[in-house]
């Protein structure tokens, strides 16, 4: 359900210390009557329990797929 995705899940004060991942998601949809619509959303590494179900499991695809690469990488 992006169309109830806040702008962000940062939480007031956090600025990304410590190098952790920031994800930026810029999700494009064209809707039954062709509508476009683009829906942003923005949070960091560890915030994971203030999205919404549906973007949790967006985020835990897009770790697995960075797990796998970096795993590669060491390779």
Known sequence: RPEQWRENYVPSGDNGCCDRFRY???LHQRISDGTAR???TT???GSN???PGDLAALMRAMDSIL??????CRQ
Do not use: C, E, S, V
């Open 24 to 26: 930026n998601i810029a």
């Open 38 to 40: 683009t829906r942003w």
């Open 43 to 45: 949070w960091y590494q």
């Open 49 to 51: 329990g203030l999205l």
């Open 67 to 72: 797990d796998k690469a970096l795993a590669h």
